[in-house]
């Protein structure tokens, strides 16, 4: 089905990190490659979009270097399409849809390995970004939930301080009506 093949595209996007190409898999269980993304990269997020499409952001490129670029892949096409670059190039990085369809991308890190709090929001429907308030602590590798009231849990990660880079017990919420982050309680 269309959704079993858009999850093992997302399995391949993060376990295949690095590739610029992607497979697919069909009903008789074998693999058939699909369209190649136009950057290869490593680190990036890869989120289902409303319309399903899958929209893949950041991470890292062929030097190693932070990417802010995002594509959009089309299951029914088997192609890729560049949309809208992200404000600050990221990897190690979140990206969550929200209910109102827009897609939450918080913290991660840059080239220079420095953790981020900033948070931007992709709208599929113009393929554009824009900045959001910042998380109180910068993280990168945390996790993003959604929760059923519309908000964002974030929780651990660490903060990319090198060479000692400490885990992080805390988490925050972000409120997509507001815009903002708060501090809630921190994990054990």
């Known amino acids: 089905t269309m959704t079993a093949s858009v999850l093992l595209l997302l399995l391949l996007l993060l ?3 690095g590739l610029a190409s992607a ?3 069909t009903t008789s269980g074998t693999w058939s490659l699909t369209g190649s993304m136009h950057v290869a990269r490593a680190g990036q997020t890869a989120t289902v979009l409303s319309n399903g499409k899958v929209l893949v952001t950041g991470g890292v490129g ?3 270097t ?3 670029s995002a594509e959009l892949y089309d299951p029914t096409t088997g192609k890729w399409s560049l949309t809208g670059s992200m404000h600050v190039a ?3 990085h979140t990206a969550t849809a929200l209910s109102n369809g827009k897609v939450l991308v918080a913290g991660g890190y840059t080239t220079t ?3 981020l709090a900033s948070a931007e929001l992709y709208d ?3 393929g554009t970004w824009s900045l959001t308030g910042s998380m109180n602590v910068a993280r990168e590798n945390h996790t993003a939930t959604p929760l059923t009231n519309g908000e964002v849990l974030v929780t651990g990660g660490n903060d990319g301080n090198q060479p000692s880079v400490t885990a992080l ?3 925050e919420l972000y409120n997509p009506t507001t815009g903002t982050w708060s501090l809630t309680g921190s994990m054990h």
């Open 169 to 171: 017990a805390s988490a």
């Open 23 to 25: 497979q697919t898999t």
């Open 66 to 68: 932070a990417l802010a």
């Open 90 to 92: 990221r990897a190690g």
């Open 124 to 126: 599929p429907t113009t």
């Open 113 to 115: 390995n420095t953790a």
């Open 15 to 17: 376990e295949g990190a």
């Open 62 to 64: 062929s030097s190693f």
